[in-house]
Nanobody, 128 residues
């Protein structure tokens, strides 16, 4: 069982930045693939970025490529999502997720059902 707690959400201006953090209860974060998803009310939960557990390969949604960066700090059991050049359409509840599965393909990485562990979510609001 892994408990994930997100922080860092809030209000940003369009073009601004936010950094989300996800603290994991495990001391072996390196064995988990980690991801950030986001969800608008009434919509599906969509992948924003994922990071594999071995080589640290990153997957990104096309809408955030070049603007968002996912990273992990295994020593502190934390995963971050640096969000730059924010747009109003980036507003959503952001969820941290973890899985021990190997994310061999983008299709796997983008599938929320592959992740058994989820945080409670943190709200990101972007003012235009």
């Amino acid at each position: 069982q892994v408990v994930l707690v997100e922080s860092g959400g809030g209000l940003a201006q369009a073009g601004g930045s936010l950094r989300l953090s996800c603290a994991a209860s495990t001391r072996t974060l390196g064995i988990y693939a980690m991801a950030w998803f986001r969800q608008d009310p009434g919509k599906e939960r969509d992948l924003v970025a994922a990071l594999t557990r071995n080589d640290g390969h990153a997957y990104y949604a096309d809408s955030v490529k070049g603007r968002f960066t996912i990273s992990r700090d295994n020593a502190n059991n934390t995963v971050h999502l640096q969000m730059n050049d924010l747009k109003p359409e980036d507003a959503a509840v952001y969820y941290c997720a973890a899985t021990s599965a190997i994310l061999r393909t983008a299709m796997v990485a983008f599938d929320p059902s592959r992740y058994p562990y989820w945080g409670q979510g943190t709200q990101v609001t972007v003012a235009s």
